[in-house]
C-alpha cells in the first residue's frame, strides 16, 4: 500500500474514532450525572487529535497489524485526555476494560517490547499503581485536600501494564515535566499559588510518547 495513501486513509479513521470517543465520552458523562461541555476543543479535540496521532503511528509503523493495536490505545488515551480535562475524572468504565485489555496484551509477551518476560507488565503496573497510590494518599495527609485522584492510580497501572517497566518510567517523567510546565503556567496566568491541575491529561500524553517510540519486534 502506497504510504501517503495510509496515511490518509488512517488519519481520517482516527478522526472517525476520535468523533466516536466524544459520543461516548458525552454519554458516559451523562451517565455519570455530569454536564457535557460544548466548547469547540470539547467537541472538535477528540477527533483533530485522534487524527493526527493517527496519521503520525500509520507513517512510523506502515501497514502492520500492531498499528490496529496501538491505535486502539491511542483512542483511550485521547479519551482520559479530554474527558480529565473536561471533568476532572477518569472513568472506570474506560480504565478496567482497557487495563484487563493490555493485561492479555501483556501475558501474550509483550507485543511491542522484545526482551521482557510476560509477567513485567504486571509487575510494572502494580509498582505504578502502588507509587501513585502513596502518592495520593501522602499528598492528601500533607495538604489536607486531594493532590492526585484515585483515576490517576488506575491510570499509572494501565500505562505499566501497557508499556513495560523502563517506557512507564520514561512517560511518568514526561508527565510531571508536562504537569509542572501548565502548573507554572496556571501560576502565571492567574497570579496565584492556588489551584489545581489535572494530572491525567499529562501522564496519557506521556503514555502516547513511549507508545510512538516503542519499536515492533521486527526492528
Not at 511491542?112 to 492528601?140: C, E, K, P, V, Y
Request: net charge neutral.
Amino acid at each position: 500500500m502506497n504510504q501517503t495513501l495510509l496515511i490518509i486513509g488512517w488519519a481520517l479513521l482516527g478522526a472517525a474514532g476520535g468523533y466516536l470517543v466524544r459520543w461516548g465520552s458525552v454519554r458516559l458523562a451523562r451517565l455519570e450525572e455530569l454536564e457535557p461541555g460544548s466548547r469547540a476543543w470539547q467537541v472538535y479535540g477528540p477527533p483533530i487529535l485522534s487524527a493526527l496521532l493517527f496519521g503520525a503511528f500509520a507513517f512510523e509503523l506502515g501497514a502492520m497489524p500492531l498499528l490496529v493495536v496501538r491505535s486502539v490505545f491511542v483512542l483511550v488515551l485521547v479519551q482520559v485526555i479530554f474527558f480529565d480535562f473536561e471533568h476532572r475524572l477518569i472513568l472506570d468504565r474506560v480504565m478496567f476494560p482497557s487495563m484487563a485489555l493490555a493485561l492479555v496484551l501483556s501475558l501474550t509477551g509483550d507485543p511491542w517490547f522484545s526482551g521482557q518476560s510476560w509477567w513485567h507488565g504486571i509487575a510494572t503496573g502494580l509498582a505504578a499503581g502502588l507509587l501513585f497510590l502513596l502518592l495520593a494518599i501522602g499528598g492528601a495527609w500533607l495538604f489536607k485536600t486531594e493532590a492526585m485522584g484515585f483515576g490517576d492510580v488506575k491510570l499509572a497501572v494501565f500505562m505499566g501494564l501497557l508499556l513495560g517497566p523502563l517506557p512507564t518510567i520514561y512517560a511518568m517523567f514526561y508527565g510531571v515535566f508536562l504537569a509542572g510546565l501548565a502548573a507554572i503556567a496556571v501560576i502565571v496566568w492567574t497570579r496565584s499559588m492556588k489551584g489545581s491541575i489535572a494530572y491525567g491529561p499529562y501522564l496519557a500524553a506521556g503514555a502516547l510518547i513511549e507508545l510512538f517510540k516503542a519499536n515492533p519486534p521486527s526492528l
